[in-house]
């Protein structure tokens, strides 16, 4: 097990590029098992997910190779429709691959995905979808088994805009018969994404990032090469750490126009923000005001992965704030790590409330979930004092080369084993 051990209260400042999307890159990684040809994304963040995602298409007989930031895909030799349960359990994307598995082979058997344990993380609304093309679904001994004779098209509403039930059924339904209406679908970015690597290699997708989702299934998709969006989570965890910190930074690769309910609560704290082509520029030298409620919601509302980040940015705000967590049941698993470090944050349900302090002490805190981790992170670097964070195995999950971003920029971070 490895951990960080944080001395706080340096400034942060300086350059960091943003890196593509984790959660584009996943169900992209799941979609090249819908071709025959090669397909490379760039810029790939060298992260667990990553890595876990390309062992199971390994296992599923498609070739690799990871290198220079670049992932190949060719997934012409894949053979095998089954997901063994310790690299399901490894992360929730896996769960995307029943789409595509289903379209290659019409055949598929996939353990319960992993994931963040931040909530009940159902795939009702998958499976659901999936059967309303044809397949048909078995469930037992902790396995989804699946198959069908084809998939045909049709009129899917989802009882909630569910990302991972969006992209799965896109992935089932791009080279199914006819065409499939998705309603309610997400309207998240990283779904415009898939949306969009989808048609360079030759689907018929339209309407990612409405409400409604068309596909008119197409016989063969062909190859491409792919840059994803810039991981919007990762460029907020950044800012809002800079704001607690203190200093100024500039963020490269990155786009505004998807983190605008951030930046919008981040100029109420009181930073400067300004931005220009694909830079955003954070200033915060004093300390911060606190807004009085965040409220997480499907995109582009507020959104739930930089959850975690707010709260402890509140923490240490003059005032009061309010935090609701309205998409996941269990989202605040480090709220009690913040009080070992002063926070005065009280969870009750689905509200944290937050008296805030002038200053975090270090503490030793233990990191829970992936978000949940990178708060406790740089509530630590804005802290007096020294902190350690135990289990960063989550963290890695979702960030790329964090340590090093963030000794550069001045943190006094270093990662050691326990
Ligand atoms: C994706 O998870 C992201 N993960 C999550 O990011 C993100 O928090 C979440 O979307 C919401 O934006 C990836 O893209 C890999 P959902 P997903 O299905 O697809 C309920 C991170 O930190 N629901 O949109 O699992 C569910 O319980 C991770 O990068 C059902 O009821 O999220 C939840 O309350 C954490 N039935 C709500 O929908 C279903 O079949 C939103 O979940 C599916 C979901």
Redesign the pocket.
């Known amino acids: 097990m490895e951990k960080y051990i944080i001395n706080g209260e340096n400034k942060l400042s300086g350059t960091v590029e943003v890196q593509s999307a984790?959660?584009s890159v996943?169900?992209i990684l799941a979609a090249t098992v819908l071709t025959d040809e090669k397909v490379t994304i760039c810029n790939v963040p060298e992260i667990t997910?990553v890595r876990n995602m390309i062992r199971i298409l390994n296992c599923l007989g498609c070739r690799s190779v990871f290198s220079g930031g670049n992932v190949t895909i060719e997934s012409s030799c894949a053979d095998c429709y089954e997901i063994p349960r310790e690299l399901a359990h490894e992360?929730?994307?896996s769960?995307?691959l029943l789409g595509s598995v289903i379209s290659r082979f019409h055949k598929a058997k996939i353990a319960y995905p992993g994931?963040?344990d931040?909530?009940?993380?159902?795939?009702?609304?998958?499976?659901?979808g999936l059967k309303k093309l044809g397949v048909r679904i078995k469930e037992d001994n902790g396995y989804i088994s699946c198959e069908c004779d084809k998939l045909t098209g049709n009129e899917i509403m989802l009882?909630?805009?569910?990302?991972?039930?969006?992209?799965n059924i896109m992935l089932a339904a791009v080279k199914a018969e006819g065409i499939t209406t998705i309603e309610n679908a997400?309207r998240?970015p990283?779904i415009e994404d898939l949306q969009k690597f989808l048609n360079r290699i030759g689907a018929k997708v339209s309407g990612a990032g409405t409400g409604t989702i068309v596909i008119r299934g197409v016989e063969k998709l062909g190859g491409c090469s792919y840059l994803p969006i810039s991981d919007r989570?990762e460029a907020g965890t950044y800012l809002i750490g800079t704001a607690m910190c203190g200093g100024e930074i500039t963020l490269t690769h990155a786009n505004a126009e998807l983190l605008s309910s951030l930046l919008h609560k981040l100029r109420e704290n009181g930073c400067k923000i300004r931005i220009k082509d694909d830079k955003i520029y954070l200033k915060n030298d004093r300390r911060l005001v606190s807004v009085k409620s965040v409220e997480t919601q499907?995109?582009p509302g507020f959104?739930?992965?930089l959850q975690a980040q707010m709260t402890a940015l509140c923490c240490i705000c003059s005032g009061n704030s309010i935090i609701t967590e309205n998409?996941?049941?269990t989202r605040f698993k480090y709220a009690p790590e913040l009080r070992k470090m002063g926070a005065d944050i009280t969870v009750i349900g689905r509200n944290a409330f937050v008296h805030g302090v002038p200053k975090l002490k270090g503490a030793t805190v233990v990191a829970h979930?992936?978000?949940g981790g990178a708060a406790l992170v740089i509530a630590a670097l804005s802290a007096e004092g020294r902190s350690e964070i135990l289990d960063i195995s989550h963290i890695d999950r979702?960030y790329s080369g964090f340590e090093y971003k963030l000794r550069a920029l001045g943190g006094d971070i270093v990662r050691a084993s326990v």
Do not use: M, Q, W
């Open positions: 984790k959660n996943l169900p997910d992360l929730r994307s769960v995307f994931g963040c931040i909530g009940l993380r159902p795939v009702d609304l998958h499976l659901t009882d909630c805009p569910s990302v991972g039930a969006t992209e997400a998240e990283e989570i499907p995109y959104p739930t992965d998409l996941f049941e979930d992936l978000r979702g």
